[in-house]
């Protein structure tokens, strides 16, 4: 082609197939990692919450999703969510209103639902992956509220990056022994109990019902 790359830029269009392919999407993916790093490296000492999308606000666990938002904020964490409605609104409030810093990495869905009110620091992901690579690194541990798919989703993507050593020194905390139970005793009863885990594994999470032990555990060293 002549001319100069000035020229070629600014004279032609072309076809514009390329923007829907994966070399083009490589760069999409690199400006999420550039976007989410570049807002999250001065974030100071932070915990990632989650939990279900569906808790309602005048439910007990949104008020315990509160207490646990604001304990942190005491603490000194800043508060990381999926910025969505449910639990994690209620940790962003609670963290938001004790004057803490509060979290949301929103994630593009097929029916638009936006951050909500109480993130006031707020990064919008089109990729699951990359929005979490960010609760991992810029979390010292996590804490799980009562939660569907999504929530297990985020649950064993830690639980597997600590048991493989991906990640150290990472608390994992579940929140709720009654909603948890179930599970908590299929993963002994049947998935060590039959080898598929390690009796350590067993180790990778603590359970509790309490605000303030959940804070304590989550937060440790
Ligand atoms: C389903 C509804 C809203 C969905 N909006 C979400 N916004 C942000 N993050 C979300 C959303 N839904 C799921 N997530 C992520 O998964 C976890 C909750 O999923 P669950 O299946 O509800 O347990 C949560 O931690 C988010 O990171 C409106 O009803």
Do not use: C
Not at 22 to 43: C, H, M, N
Not at 197 to 202: L, Q, V
Request: net charge negative.
């Amino acid at each position: 082609m002549p001319g100069t790359a000035d020229q070629r830029l600014l004279d032609t269009r072309g076809p514009s197939d390329w923007v829907h392919q994966d070399p083009w999407r490589v760069l999409r993916i690199q400006s999420e990692f550039v976007e989410g790093f570049g807002a999250l490296a001065e974030l100071g000492p932070a915990v990632s919450v989650f939990g279900s999308a569906r808790t309602p606000e005048d439910s007990p666990e949104y008020e315990i999703g509160r207490r646990i938002g604001r304990g942190l904020a005491e603490a000194g964490f800043a508060v990381i969510t999926g910025g969505g409605p449910g639990a994690m609104e209620a940790a962003n409030r609670g963290a938001s209103e004790s004057g803490g810093v509060s979290v949301g990495l929103g994630i593009e869905l097929p029916f638009e639902q936006g951050l909500n009110e109480y993130v006031d620091i707020g990064v919008n992901f089109r990729y699951f992956f990359v929005r979490k690579t960010m609760f991992v690194k810029y979390a010292q541990g996590f804490l799980v509220l009562p939660g569907g798919l999504g929530t297990l989703d985020e649950l064993f993507e830690a639980l597997t990056l600590v048991q493989t050593r991906k990640v150290t020194r990472f608390p994992i905390v579940l929140f709720g022994t009654e909603y948890w139970s179930g599970l908590v005793d299929w993963l002994t009863d049947t998935v060590i109990a039959q080898g598929k885990a390690s009796t350590k594994d067993g180790e990778l999470f603590r359970l509790t019902d309490d605000v303030d032990e959940a804070i304590a555990l989550v937060t440790k060293p």
